[in-house]
């Protein structure tokens, strides 16, 4: 019973995960389009390239810029914290039960 609930609880909050990403996200990435504004991952992950790469080349949409990167590089921490909750209870529960 207790795994059950274990397993249910887990699929719901990578499912609300998932959800989140997409509306918080979708509206930066819809805007980004609508501007023209294209960079790679490698920009977003290294603060000296996206300064000199991407706010450099669109200085009128800095603020934006910056918010959606925050936004992004967020994302991908809480997304590293939730996999690491999901493995912690997946091996702990495996412990209780076998």
């Not at 504004?37 to 390239?49: A, D, H, N, P, V």
């Not at 996206?50 to 959606?68: C, H, M, S």
């Amino acid at each position: 019973m207790l795994g059950t609930i274990i397993i249910i609880s887990i699929a719901i909050l990578l499912i609300g995960f998932n959800l989140y990403i997409r509306v918080s996200t979708l509206k930066y990435i819809k805007t980004l389009m609508d501007k023209g504004i294209r960079f790679g991952w490698e920009q977003l992950i290294s603060s000296k390239r996206w300064q000199e790469e991407v706010v450099e080349k669109y200085p009128n949409d800095a603020d934006f810029l910056n918010r959606f990167r925050k936004q992004v590089l967020s994302t991908a921490l809480l997304f590293i914290i939730v996999i690491i909750i999901v493995l912690v209870l997946l091996f702990s529960w495996r412990s209780i039960y076998l």
